[in-house]
């Protein structure tokens, strides 16, 4: 069943036919459909790299093995959609890979995924030492990137900093940066975000 549903995908040769066929296989919620759902990420077909997005989500962590061997250095949209799916999972698993996005990726819409994505990841799911070192990890990295020339970069890095602060070792240098950022940032919308985010 799940084969002819991949084959019926490779064989769309309309749009509209790609996001039928690929709405099908994402409703079977096989483990055996993730490489194609993956795979629609870089068929430049935004609707079914949504739906195979949705679905890869709700696969949950089953799909973050193959999501992060997949990462496609050569498509920034595909990168983008494995990057956003990687981070709504929010499974630690993909720390290394949100890191490197967040600093590195040229793409600002990956990388603005990926620093949202740092602030969110279930940290829990790491045993000792690794769930106390790791989000120190994601914390310098957001710190980074929050003095990025970039302002939608800055932007998301408060997004990700907010969210980190649910951990109460965190809080007190997320605090000071974010005054710090309120004090000193050029840009308006940053400055906004910030007192939202110190607001909650």
Do not use: C
Request: overall charge neutral; aromatic content about 6%; proline content about 5%.
């Amino acid at each position: 069943m799940t084969d002819e549903l991949i084959r019926a995908i490779a064989l769309a040769d309309t749009p509209a036919r790609m996001v039928a066929a690929v709405q099908k296989l994402a409703a079977t919620k096989d483990v055996a459909a993730i490489p194609t759902l993956i795979a629609v990420f870089g068929y430049n077909n935004p609707t079914a790299a949504a739906v195979a997005a949705l679905a890869l989500t709700e696969l949950g962590e089953l799909a973050v093995p193959q999501l992060l061997e997949q990462i496609d250095d050569y498509n920034y949209g595909a990168r983008a959609y494995s990057i956003r799916t990687l981070a709504a999972i929010a499974d630690p698993r993909a720390l290394d890979a949100l890191i490197n996005a967040a600093i590195t990726d040229f793409a600002p819409s990956v990388r603005r995924a990926a620093a949202k994505g740092l602030g969110n990841l279930h940290w829990q799911k790491l045993g000792f030492p690794e769930s106390q070192t790791a989000p120190l990890r994601a914390l310098e990295a957001l710190l980074h990137i929050s003095q990025d020339s970039e302002w939608s970069i800055r932007y998301a890095a408060v997004v990700g900093l907010q969210a980190l602060a649910k951990i109460p070792d965190l809080q007190h240098p997320i605090r000071a940066r974010l005054e710090y950022m309120l004090a000193s940032d050029t840009e308006k919308a940053v400055r906004a975000r910030v007192l939202l985010a110190q607001s909650q």
